[in-house]
């Protein structure tokens, strides 16, 4: 800061004084002091933000992956984070405070988790999932159709029930009146199939388009009654998102024919 030099004297003492008080506080607040200023910063509305971090269920990791880089190819400087896993997990992070601006669920149920807490806008529905039998590529435990995961021999993998696709694998269950004592619980679904694609079970239950990422280390065998157990995903942008033009951005670029011919390459159906 310049003075003019004829208040020089006026000036100095209060600024000495104000000097002297800022040095006597504890040292954790000049640190907080510039976390915030840090994340106003970084949260400017339309000229700062130059990240977008976006919340998405494991089973779009393959999809929200590609769309990132074409988004930031469309948006030079600009870096898209993700954070993929459980749905059910995204959800309670974000409404225990986690920073994110979009976040893409694999059920209206965990969305509803945020928009409850009033932390998300009006989702929208952008696509649909339904499951698949998965196993390995010599299928051991000859595994054909559903009913075939009651044998206490073939060893099976599902999703918790709290996430998505542990939800819609009891849906499923439900519907064909069949009874699966698993060998393991998975918090999400890439950890589930990552258990076939080891040769640790027999088979799993995971979405179609997760056994189509998987090409070549694992084949999908379809059942009627996942038509029963098909799951909605919703995506909405935070309110309270640091970089909320860039969240808004990629949210339409998700829901753009763009968006849209990625995501139905990948097996996902049409909202």
């Known amino acids: 800061m310049v003075f003019r030099r004829l208040s020089r004297w006026a ?51 393959e999809t929200f992956t590609e769309l990132g880089k074409t988004f930031e190819a469309a948006h030079p400087g600009t870096t898209v984070r993700f954070n993929f896993g459980s749905s059910a997990t995204l959800a309670q992070q974000i409404t225990q405070g986690a920073p994110a601006d979009v976040f893409a669920a694999a059920s209206p149920a965990t969305m ?24 390995p590529q010599d299928n051991p435990a000859k595994v054909d159709e559903l009913k075939d995961l009651t044998d206490t021999k073939v060893k099976v993998a599902l999703c918790a029930e709290q996430v998505p696709c542990g939800a819609a694998a009891v849906k499923a269950l439900d519907a064909a009146g069949l009874k699966v004592t698993p060998v393991t619980l998975e918090q999400d679904v890439k950890a589930t199939l990552t258990k076939v ?54 949210m339409d670029l998700v829901l753009s024919p763009q968006g849209k011919d990625v995501l139905a390459k990948a097996g996902f159906e049409a909202a």
């Open 197 to 250: 694609e080891l040769g640790e079970v027999d088979a799993a239950l995971v979405y179609k388009t997760d056994v189509i990422a998987a090409a070549g280390k694992v084949q999908g065998i379809t059942f009627p009654e996942a038509d029963q157990a098909i799951n909605d995903y919703p995506i909405a942008t935070l309110t309270q998102a640091p970089a909320g033009d860039l969240a808004k951005q990629f």
């Open 112 to 135: 509803k988790t945020v928009t409850d807490a009033s932390l998300a806008g009006s989702p929208t529905t952008f696509v649909r999932n339904k499951l698949q039998i998965a196993v």
């Open 11 to 61: 000036i100095a003492l209060p600024v000495a004084l104000a000097l002297a008080g800022l040095s006597g506080c504890g040292s954790g607040e000049p640190a907080a002091s510039t976390a915030t200023t840090s994340a106003s910063s970084s949260a400017s509305a339309d000229g700062g933000a130059k990240e977008v971090t976006v919340f998405a269920a494991a089973s779009l990791t």
